[in-house]
């Protein structure tokens, strides 16, 4: 599956932006849709993820009350809605699937399809 990721961009800190991650493969294969990040010097890190119905959702602490992950069957394409963004929240956003019904949310060796990521810069 080809995932295409874009929403990304120069925010200043407090600003929102809204993630797009499309995917080639009918959702119905697509059990878990996630978003994960990695800045320079660090490691990848989950951001956020999603049942396939929707029902289910799962964010790391440091988004908690600030991203809020979404998906839309219909259009294979899942969303993060990113409000007051912090220069810590600076990264390459790189979006991922699972093909499979079993495995974790939160860990990317549970994803077997990714994106080619989106940059968010933010400025303080």
């Known amino acids: 599956v080809q995932l295409q990721a874009s929403g990304g961009g120069l925010v200043q800190v407090g600003g929102s932006l809204r993630l797009s991650c499309e995917a080639s493969?009918?959702?119905?294969?697509?059990?878990?849709m996630g978003w994960f990040r990695q800045a320079p010097g660090k490691e990848r890190e989950f951001v956020a993820a999603?049942?396939?119905?929707?029902?289910?959702?799962f964010y790391a602490d440091s988004v908690k009350g600030r991203f809020t992950i979404s998906r839309d069957n219909a259009k294979n394409t899942a969303y993060l809605q990113m409000n007051n963004l912090t220069p810590e929240d600076a990264a390459v956003y790189l979006c991922a699937t699972r093909s499979y019904y079993s495995g974790s949310y939160y860990s990317a060796e549970d994803f077997d399809s990714w994106g080619q990521g989106t940059l968010v810069t933010v400025s303080s």
């Open positions: 999603i049942s396939y119905s929707g029902k289910d959702t």
């Open positions: 493969r009918r959702t119905r294969n697509n059990y878990a």
